[in-house]
T-cell receptor
Framework: DQQVKQNSPSLSVQEGRISILNCDYT??????FLWYKKYPAEGPTFLIS?????DKNEDGRFTVFLNKSAKHLSLHIVPSQPGDSAVYFC???????????FGKGTSLLVTP | KAGVTQTPRYLIKTRGQQVTLSCSPI?????VSWYQQTPGQGLQFLFE???????NKGNFPGRFSGRQFSNSRSEMNVSTLELGDSALYLC??????????????FGEGSRLTVL
């Protein structure tokens, strides 16, 4: 039962433009949300997170937005760079902790 | 500061065999989690250990087991391998586990192929 869903398996964006990656979740008990980036042959690396008490968190070119009523979050990358090409995973954790629930990932390709 | 180290990086087994994967967390990290990554299912949580105790377990059959040692190093074992066990097995460490900040530090994974 997939509690975190990334419905777009892939996304292609031109360099300099905005990349928007979306994520939906079904479990209203989730209270912490994260984005991880993964390059081939490497483990995922943490990118940015947001607590359920906030609706926006910014870190440089990366901004995560959380809409709790819609159970939806998104990651905005502005401006997109070729080095951002990777698979992005959305993840969520609940008050019981100890486990992250991941989406299946969105493969982002930023073209020059 | 050394990252999370997983061994072996690649291995090939045949159906019915068993396999043991090893994970050394970042120094000072006491929580170790294991995840399975497959193309169709993404990353799925296997189990999490903290101070040698399993605190949480995902929805995997009993053939998947793990343990953590006093130095926080962890091993996972898969017995009676099936073709569907072919996957990238990722280990992640953190100070307290995802219950605190959620950030995990992942290793590069062990790529298991079952023939």
């Amino acid at each position: 039962d997939q509690q975190v869903k990334q419905n777009s398996p892939s996304l292609s964006v031109q360099e300099g433009r905005i990349s928007i990656l979306n994520c939906d979740y079904t479990n209203s008990m989730f209270d912490y949300f994260l984005w991880y980036k993964k390059y081939p042959a490497e483990g995922p690396t943490f990118l940015i997170s947001i607590s359920s008490i906030k609706d926006k968190n910014e870190d440089g070119r990366f901004t995560v937005f959380l809409n709790k009523s819609a159970k939806h979050l998104s990651l905005h990358i502005v401006p997109s760079q070729p080095g951002d090409s990777a698979v992005y995973f959305c993840a969520a954790s609940g008050p019981s902790g100890y486990a992250l629930n991941f989406g299946k990932g969105t493969s982002l390709l930023v073209t020059p | 500061k050394a990252g999370v180290t997983q061994t072996p990086r690649y291995l090939i087994k045949t159906r019915g065999q068993q396999v043991t994967l090893s994970c050394s967390p970042i120094s000072g990290h006491r929580s170790v989690s294991w995840y399975q990554q497959t193309p169709g299912q993404g990353l799925q949580f296997l189990f999490e250990y903290f101070s040698e105790t399993q605190r949480n377990k995902g929805n995997f059959p009993g053939r998947f087991s793990g343990r953590q040692f006093s130095n926080s190093r962890s091993e996972m074992n898969v017995s009676t391998l099936e073709l569907g066990d072919s996957a990238l097995y990722l280990c992640a460490s953190s100070f307290y586990g995802t219950g605190e900040t959620g950030e995990l530090f992942f290793g590069e994974g062990s790529r298991l192929t079952v023939l």
